[in-house]
């Protein structure tokens, strides 16, 4: 049975993670603050296979949490859950190895499309390879000067996969400036360069 380890400050959110989870089949472990997460996660003898963890906590924040996660348990997924969504937090929080970033409030739906995800793609690398294959056939609509609906419905569905894989920004941004879109060409460059 796959363990997990429910972070946050919220006892609501960790009760409807924990209900959702369990019914999956899935045994969980939760923290309330980001001090006992870190002491559960420094724990070598503690198995854990996946960890839901949220950005803004008191005291210890889960960027400073996800920090710890990257050196000590560097294979473990993350799964990021913030009700203060920012692009600028999003990217922060991907280089430091967040597979998901979970937008709350959501609901036990969205729960089991997030874990759907990561049953059927066992690793991010998957999930780019994914998303590297409709991206160079968006190149190819470039190159050939083709159908840009088509190309830019590549771009919503590259995006639907994982949203902070930042080559899709920059492949928007010139889709626009082909079209003669100065404005969003322009948008999107910027947000793609969020991402150096």
Known sequence: MKRILVVDDTKNIRVLLSTCLELRGYDVITADNGGEALEIINDKNQKIDLIFLDIRMPGLSG???LKNIKYIRNNCPVVIMTAFATVKNAV???KLGALIYLQKP???ERINLVLDEIENKKKIGSIDEDID???DEVRDFLDKKENTNEAFNLLKKALSINPYYKETYLLISKLNEKIG???EM???RE???LFK
């Open 63 to 65: 960027t400073e949490i």
């Open 92 to 94: 922060e929080c991907t």
């Open 106 to 108: 959501f609901s036990p």
């Open 133 to 135: 294959v409709l991206l």
């Open 181 to 183: 879109n100065e404005e």
């Open 186 to 188: 322009i948008r999107f």
């Open 191 to 193: 947000i793609y360069k």
